[in-house]
């Protein structure tokens, strides 16, 4: 199952420290638009502030990035952008790169963001999965 994944998703896995996120990334062939490094970046020293145990991030930071291809831009489509863009821009522009990836591989989307999940999903893309739903899916 091909699948993209979104910042929150990693954000959340570095945070937290389950283990959950790599059973998921085991099972999956997951990946990312090259817009998450920028979004790391932005958003590093919050990231570090909410982790009690930074070396044991940069581990999980190793073992995420190796289950996680990552595309860069260039490599989409233009018609798949402007669709994704005209999705997202009512609910959060910069979605944008991880929903044209979406479209770009015919892959789901892993997000825990709901207000996105659920206005993309009013929109008519139901490509999208929690980790939950993610979970169930690996279980069965």
């Known amino acids: 199952m091909r699948v993209v994944v979104d910042a929150n998703i990693i954000f959340s896995s570095l945070i937290k420290g389950n283990p959950v996120y790599l059973k998921i990334l085991n099972n999956i062939d997951a990946y990312a638009p090259d817009f998450i490094f920028i979004e790391i970046e932005k958003y590093e020293k919050r990231i570090l502030k909410k982790v009690s145990n930074t070396q044991k991030m940069k581990e999980i930071i190793f ?23 005209n999705l997202c821009r009512d609910i959060d522009e910069k979605d944008t790169p991880y929903v044209a990836l979406a479209l770009e591989l015919d892959a789901y989307l892993w997000t825990n963001d709901k207000k996105l999940a659920n206005k993309l999903r009013e929109k008519g893309f139901s490509k999208i999965l929690t980790t939950d739903e993610l979970i169930r899916i690996i279980e069965r």
Do not use: D, M
């Open 63 to 85: 073992k995420i990035f190796e289950k996680i291809t990552i595309i860069p831009k260039i490599a989409l489509r233009k018609t798949n952008i402007k669709k994704a863009y």
